[in-house]
């Protein structure tokens, strides 16, 4: 099924009120945040920013009022529990967040009181929540832990979680290893994925695949109307436009089914992996492809397209976000 297709990411501010998230300014200063810690690699805060993205999305289409300072904390929690510690303070600092990082007091744990504290702090479905909560105690009970802090659980989960394979499934000789920091795999690194027709359009631009990153990996990839768009400026996008959807959103379903069972396959514990798909400048694409169009009709345009990518993606077993940004 399809979990939701809007423009727009709201959140709860303080007032109660619902405002639309500046998603480009978080990672703005993410991106600030990373570079005064020495760490260039463009792709960390976009990766950071498109989960905090995916989790606003989720609580939206689910009805949730998502609070500004709770995502704030999310965010936090995460950086510091994938060993970003120092980025989550930076961070902090820029945004004027008053997010407290300490370890926390030492207690006991039970199921429930876990999952709850992990269901508040880390971006995963409930499944995946209540498994990994019994496996951490478990970890807790065999290095002989009573108490333990929220901080000390919270990495503990997410070493669990990431370890990229079962020891029984490890080669000989071999041990299951989490990486030392954060591995991307890139994105030319899936074309091998890719159908004929994908690849085709990935060298068109029309497809846009996106790096996996070992923190909390999702199938990610990007769809560029623009690029669909003929050279001539007289052209009629009902007749040109419209027939290749159906056959593009087709290729995006076998490219994301395949991405899923190759994380399903590294990350085994990660039995249900995200997926999800970004229209980038799509208002744009409406307002300023179509010279000489009237308003109302872009519209009718924008709205007929996005029905029918709505219609052609929802047919796939497995939960899809849509970002019509």
Known sequence: MIKIYSTSLLVQHHDGSLQSFDLDKLREKLTQA???????????????????????????????????????????????ATGYGEVAVSFGQLTDSDQSLVPGEMQPWEHSKLTAMLARTLPLAENQLQDLSRESLTALEKLGFVCASEAFMRELAVHILHFRRCPGAAPAGKKPRRPAGTEFIPADAWAHLASDASQLLIKRNVLRLLPLSDIFPTARLEMHLQALRPVSQDWQPEESLLPQLPEICQEILLLLQRMREHIRQTWPRIENPGAHVIFPAYRDFFQQQLPGWKKRRQTTLRQKVTMLLEEQLQQQSFELLLSFR
């Open 34 to 80: 990373f570079r005064s810690n020495g760490i260039s690699d463009p792709w960390l805060p976009e990766h950071f920013s498109l989960m905090l993205e995916e989790k606003i999305r989720s609580g939206n289409a689910a009805g949730e009022d998502l609070d500004s300072d709770a995502l704030q904390a999310l965010l936090a929690n995460v950086l510091v």
